[in-house]
């Protein structure tokens, strides 16, 4: 995944607010393009805006907005915290995990789907939860996660 200097340039032109240029709505704006942050990008814009690459580093590293590694169109958060964890979510991970040929942390290889484990997202009476994209599921069981992943591949194909 490569942004060439003519692309951060206009990347940078187009963020231009009266000679002011905010690295927060560039970096979102690269992430939302890519789903994450290329190193490479992160190079360029470093030398364009004469900002040290570390300082670009220590704020794409400061949001949990921001990732530095490629992920997927979709993120797929199972919650494994303790009320979670008690009414069967580590079986749905385990389901996600197989049926994904990935471990949580990891991306497909189609990049289709980034698989995360979080500790309780706050709704623990609906558990055990998992959320796709921000949406949440809640009394999630095996059954649920395929449904889940069906519309997801599905969904994939149409692209
Ligand atoms: S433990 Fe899962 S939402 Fe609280």
């Given at each position: 995944m490569r942004m060439s200097a003519h692309d951060v340039g206009r990347?940078?032109?187009d963020h231009d607010v009266?000679?002011?240029?905010s690295l927060i709505s560039l970096l979102s704006e690269i992430q939302?393009?890519?789903?994450?942050?290329?190193?490479?990008?992160?190079?360029?814009?470093s030398e364009m805006l004469d900002i040290p690459l570390s300082q670009i580093y220590s704020v794409a590293t400061f949001y949990n907005t921001f990732s530095l590694k490629p992920s997927g169109v979709?993120?797929?958060?199972?919650?494994?915290?303790?009320a979670c964890h008690v009414r069967g979510a580590p079986r749905v991970l385990d389901r996600l995990?197989?049926?994904?040929?990935?471990?949580?942390?990891?991306?497909?290889?189609?990049?289709?789907?980034?698989?995360?484990t979080v500790n309780c997202?706050?709704?623990?009476a609906l558990g055990p939860i998992t959320v796709i994209d921000n949406v949440y599921n809640g009394q999630m069981d095996i059954a649920k996660a395929?449904?889940?992943?069906?519309?997801?591949?599905r969904d994939a194909e149409r692209k």
């Open positions: 990347l940078i032109h009266a000679g002011s240029v939302v393009r890519y789903h994450y942050l290329p190193h490479n990008t992160l190079v360029l814009l979709h993120l797929v958060r199972v919650c494994l915290g303790t995990e197989r049926k994904l040929a990935i471990h949580a942390g990891e991306t497909t290889r189609d990049r289709n789907v980034t698989l995360e997202l706050g709704a623990c395929d449904r889940l992943l069906k519309n997801l591949a």
